[in-house]
């Protein structure tokens, strides 16, 4: 079995090809464990091996990421390469790796736009 896995634009200023981050241009941490593409890859395996997604954070946690980063967990998806949070639909900006959110979880798959203390 065979893993191809697929980058998508993010920037076509910085990544017009959507290559592979081999030299550190997108993410600091692109070659260890805790690097974006690593942990993508350790899901896809996952996937493929049938294990189980991770959980979602419990009711009321809040998470701050790049709005790139919600769209990924699946705290939030793309529409017209907007992020909108899930549930509410709140426009969180620009689906990228610059803008970044604080999104609250307030039910299941239901996130807001809001600061926790």
Wanted: aromatic content about 10%; hydrophobic content about 35%; glycine content about 8%.
């Amino acid at each position: 079995m065979l893993l191809y896995p697929q980058t998508a634009p993010i920037n076509p200023l910085a990544n017009p090809n959507a290559c592979w981050d081999w030299f550190n241009y997108d993410d600091a941490k692109y070659a260890q464990k805790g690097g974006r593409q690593m942990a993508a890859i350790k899901l896809m395996v996952d996937r493929l091996t049938g294990a189980p997604p991770p959980p979602p954070p419990p009711d009321g946690a809040c998470v701050t990421a790049s709005n790139y980063d919600h769209v990924r967990a699946g705290r939030a998806h793309d529409k017209f390469f907007t992020a909108l949070a899930n549930g509410s639909n709140q426009s969180m900006g620009l689906d990228n790796i610059y803008i970044r959110t604080t999104l609250k979880r307030t039910g299941p798959n239901f996130y807001v736009i809001g600061s926790c203390p």
